[in-house]
Every structure is written in C-alpha cells, then in structure tokens.
Nanobody, 118 residues
Framework: QVQLVESGGGLVQPGGSLRLSCVASGFAFHFYAMSWFRQFPGKERELVASMSSANPVKEYADSVTGRFTISRDNTKNTLYLQMNSLRPEDTAVYYC???????????WGQGTQVTVSS
C-alpha cells in the first residue's frame, strides 16, 4: 500500500526558510519521478516541483524558481523541498506524490501546512 508522509511545515516570517520532507513507502521509490504539489484554500492542487528518478532532471513552477530546491535520498525513500525567501503567497498545504509534473497515485498523504506571515 502506497504511503506518503509529509512533514516540516510550520509558521515562518516572510523571507524565511523551511525544509519539507516526504517519506514514501509501498512502491519502488527509486524508480519513480517524484513531485511536490501545493493546494491553496478552495483551489486545485498545483505543481511546485518535479524531480526525475535518475540522472536527475528538475522542473519548477515559475513562481518558485530560484527560491525552492527539490532533492531526494533514494537510500531513505525520502523527498525534500528546501524553500527559501518565502512569501505570503507561498502559504498553502504541501503534498508529495510520485510522477513527473502530474501525480502518479490517486491517494495523497495528509500534507503539511506552510504559513508565511509576519
């Protein structure tokens, strides 16, 4: 059974940083591209960043390019999102899923709330 467990969110001031983690299980993590998505209240989930499985290629939403960095540790089945220079408009619930720019699995984890506010 696929499980995705996100953590690392919290309340941070504008300009601050957070590092999100996603621990995956129930599938061959190292074979899959992995992605971060976020969801604003009342909106559909949107792509934040994707990372391929091998010879890593990365893709970022325009709104986070230069501020966020996606990475992974295949030995720990863990996906990361380093978020720097955070802005109030980054406030959302952040989710991970397998897949390149689109979610592979129908099920989602609980997400982690990121709130950027002074």
């Amino acid at each position: 059974q696929v499980q995705l467990v996100e953590s690392g969110g919290g309340l941070v001031q504008p300009g601050g940083s957070l590092r999100l983690s996603c621990v995956a299980s129930g599938f061959a993590f190292h074979f899959y591209a992995m992605s971060w998505f976020r969801q604003f209240p009342g909106k559909e989930r949107e792509l934040v960043a994707s990372m391929s499985s091998a010879n890593p290629v990365k893709e970022y939403a325009d709104s986070v390019t230069g501020r966020f960095t996606i990475s992974r540790d295949n030995t720990k089945n863990t996906l990361y999102l380093q978020m720097n220079s955070l802005r109030p408009e980054d406030t959302a619930v952040y989710y991970c899923n397998a897949g390149w720019v689109r979610p592979e699995f129908a099920g989602w984890g609980q997400g982690t709330q990121v709130t950027v506010s002074s």
